[in-house]
């Protein structure tokens, strides 16, 4: 299994949000200082969000994350504020491993299929955001049905991979929830890397037991709770 250290973007600093609420940010300094960190102690991939995109800012942060994208030269897979498909190919094209489509791909499934088969089902990753059940959009203030009926629709449409994250536990450090975990995995057959409530060894565990390829340590990494050796320790 993977272990994607998360480097979310607000205002230009690295930060950790509490349920995707932006006033919750707390802030732990420049971005790319946060990412060689975590290279420096084992990483060889990173989960990079652009938040300020997310919020309704697509521009913000552009050359803080190509910089970073260059500096770094590990695997990348990066979200937020990816509105249409050319926003996502200008990313794939400065060399970010793949392309995090959350909103976008449940406003205009199409694209997932477009992006696919113009640069290879491995560089797009659908985002599967679930609130009670529901997929999430618009910052996690809107839900759209379903989560495993959209997960299947995406990968049906071609994407390389899934993004689940649960936004009920998400940034709370307590733990994650299996069951959802449990049934989307068994539902497709594309590698699924788990965000929200990763806090522990254990939790490490069940997802590498449970089959997930990666998870996402965002708060807890960061506020010490676990951390990345041991993180990595479990996936071996």
Same mark, same amino acid.
Not at 26 to 42: E, F, K, Q, V
């Given at each position: 299994?993977?272990?994607?250290?998360?480097?979310?973007?607000?205002?230009?600093?690295?930060?950790?949000?509490? @349920?995707?609420?932006?006033?919750?940010?707390? *802030?732990?300094?420049?971005?790319?200082?946060? *990412?060689?960190?975590?290279?420096?102690?084992?990483?060889?991939?990173?989960?990079?969000?652009?938040?300020?995109?997310?919020? &309704?800012?697509?521009?913000?942060?552009?050359?803080?994350?190509?910089?970073?994208?260059?500096?770094?030269?590990?695997?990348?897979?990066? &979200?937020?504020?990816?509105?249409?498909?050319?926003?996502?190919?200008?990313?794939?094209?400065?060399? =970010?491993?793949?392309?995090?489509?959350?909103?976008?791909?449940?406003?205009?499934?199409?694209?997932? #299929?477009?992006?696919?088969?113009? %640069?290879?089902?491995?560089?797009?990753?659908?985002?599967?955001? *679930?609130?009670?059940? @529901? =997929?999430?959009?618009?910052?996690?203030?809107?839900?759209?049905?379903?989560?495993?009926?959209?997960?299947?629709? %995406?990968?049906?449409?071609?994407?390389?991979?899934?993004?689940?994250?649960?936004?009920?536990?998400? &940034?709370?450090?307590?733990?994650?929830?299996?069951?959802? !975990?449990?049934?989307?995995?068994?539902?497709?057959?594309?590698?699924?890397?788990?965000?929200?409530?990763?806090?522990?060894?254990?939790? !490490?565990?069940?997802?590498?037991?449970?089959?997930?390829?990666?998870?996402?340590?965002?708060?807890?990494?960061? #506020? &010490?709770?676990?951390?990345? @050796?041991?993180?990595?320790?479990?996936?071996?």
């Amino acid at each position: 299994m993977r272990i994607f250290p998360a480097v979310d973007i607000l205002g230009g600093r690295c930060v950790q949000l509490v @349920q995707g609420k932006r006033e919750s940010a707390t *802030a732990y300094g420049d971005p790319l200082s946060c *990412a060689t960190r975590w290279i420096d102690a084992g990483a060889d991939a990173l989960h990079v969000v652009n938040l300020d995109g997310a919020f &309704g800012d697509a521009g913000a942060n552009v050359d803080l994350i190509r910089t970073l994208v260059k500096t770094t030269g590990i695997e990348i897979e990066l &979200g937020g504020g990816i509105r249409s498909v050319e926003d996502a190919a200008r990313w794939i094209e400065t060399g =970010v491993s793949r392309i995090i489509l959350s909103t976008l791909a449940v406003r205009e499934p199409e694209c997932v #299929s477009q992006l696919a088969r113009e %640069f290879g089902s491995e560089r797009v990753m659908a985002g599967v955001d *679930a609130k009670g059940g @529901q =997929v999430a959009i618009h910052g996690w203030q809107e839900t759209a049905g379903d989560y495993l009926s959209w997960a299947e629709r %995406f990968e049906s449409l071609g994407a390389g991979s899934l993004l689940y994250t649960n936004v009920d536990v998400e &940034g709370l450090q307590q733990g994650i929830r299996m069951d959802p !975990v449990r049934s989307l995995i068994r539902r497709v057959d594309v590698p699924v890397v788990v965000a929200g409530g990763v806090s522990c060894r254990s939790d !490490v565990t069940a997802l590498r037991d449970c089959g997930a390829y990666g998870a996402v340590l965002g708060s807890a990494l960061y #506020s &010490g709770k676990i951390t990345l @050796q041991e993180a990595l320790e479990e996936c071996r």
